[in-house]
């Protein structure tokens, strides 16, 4: 059975830091492609980052300079660095590992930047 755990959100002051993780279990991790995603109140989720199983990393504009995407194929875990944050950077933070046809989310982790 596969399960993808997310950890390191929190309560944090605008122009803090976090350090999300993602951490999943029967799996390969080192095959799947990793994604970060973010849902506020009210809004439809989006994509912040990801990493492909190669390496390559995409960021959505407004994280761009903020935010790295990166992962430890050996720990089995990816991680998302949040500096910077601001009050607009609250949201439920989910993890989704993909490869080919299939995907797998976290349960999600609440990160709250307070101004």
């Known amino acids: 059975q596969v399960q993808v755990v997310e950890s390191g959100g929190g309560l944090v002051q605008a122009g803090g830091s976090l350090r999300l993780s993602c951490a999943p279990s029967?799996?390969?991790?080192?095959?799947?492609?990793m994604g970060w995603y973010r849902q506020a109140p009210g809004k439809p989720r989006e994509l912040v980052a990801s990493i492909t199983s190669r390496g390559n990393s995409l960021y959505r504009d407004s994280v761009k300079g903020r935010f790295t995407i990166s992962r430890d194929n050996s720990k089995n875990t990816g991680y998302l660095q949040m500096d910077s944050l601001k009050p607009e950077d609250t949201a439920v933070y989910y993890c989704n590992l993909r490869q080919g046809v299939y995907g797998y989310w976290g349960q999600g982790t609440q990160v709250t930047v307070s101004s």
């Open positions: 029967g799996i390969i991790f080192s095959l799947y492609d």
